[in-house]
């Protein structure tokens, strides 16, 4: 019965990888697919092949596999409902999330002080934030290429000290906070027209599981 079930743990794999590049299976689906066949495995090598003995196995494996994108699939459906309509993107890449908030709405041109109808924006990030604290969070600034490169990095560090500093005075660890301005280097759109300068004018909020946690 082991050579049947590593068998059946082998092919499930398989069938994972598949429906995930095929049918878009989210990262907590896959997850916990994969944590059940583990714990599937793992049931059927205590020498107890009951029946019994192999669900449990596969219903705690389950669980723990599906853990860390559940956990960030629960702060992204908080983000997109309390980010409605403020101009600030959420997306996800695998189990981070990234806020994409563009310049525009942020600062004034060539500014590092957050405009203050934004902050309640930024009350509204902290709060999920602090909800869910197993994350580390590193903040990105971001510049067109209009200037020169040191102006660029310089106000873009700025930037991303700002977005930083608002979020410790509203009660988010300093320590899961990180950060670090990219000037001109990672733009999002051309910069040969205006549109596309100001999409590269942005912060970025990237959430990030923490493994230590």
């Not at 969070?137 to 700002?162: F, M, P, Y």
């Amino acid at each position: 019965m082991t050579r049947n079930v590593l068998s059946l743990f082998t092919a499930g794999l398989l069938f994972i990888g598949c429906a995930e590049t095929q049918t878009g299976l989210s990262k907590t689906q896959s997850g916990a697919l994969i944590g059940g066949l583990v714990g599937v495995a793992a049931g059927a090598a205590t020498g107890n092949h009951s029946a019994k003995r192999i669900l449990i196995g596969g219903a705690i494996g389950a669980a723990a596999g599906g853990g860390i994108g559940y956990y960030m699939d629960k702060q992204q459906e908080e983000l997109n409902k309390e980010l409605k309509g403020s101009g600030v993107q959420v997306q996800r890449q695998g189990d981070t999330i990234n806020l994409n908030m563009p310049g525009g709405i942020t600062f004034d041109t060539g500014k590092a002080a957050i405009k203050s109808n934004f902050n309640p924006v930024l009350d509204d990030i902290a709060n999920v934030m602090i909800k869910y604290p197993e994350t580390r969070i590193e903040i990105q600034g971001h510049t067109d290429n209009v200037g020169s490169d040191a102006d660029n990095l310089k106000l873009s560090e700025q930037r991303a000290q700002s977005v930083t500093t608002a979020l410790i005075n509203r009660g988010v660890e300093s320590t899961r906070l990180s950060p670090v301005g990219y000037g001109e280097s990672k733009p999002i759109a051309t910069n040969d027209t205006p549109s596309g300068r100001e999409a590269n004018r942005r912060v970025e909020i990237k959430i990030i599981p923490n493994p230590a946690k």
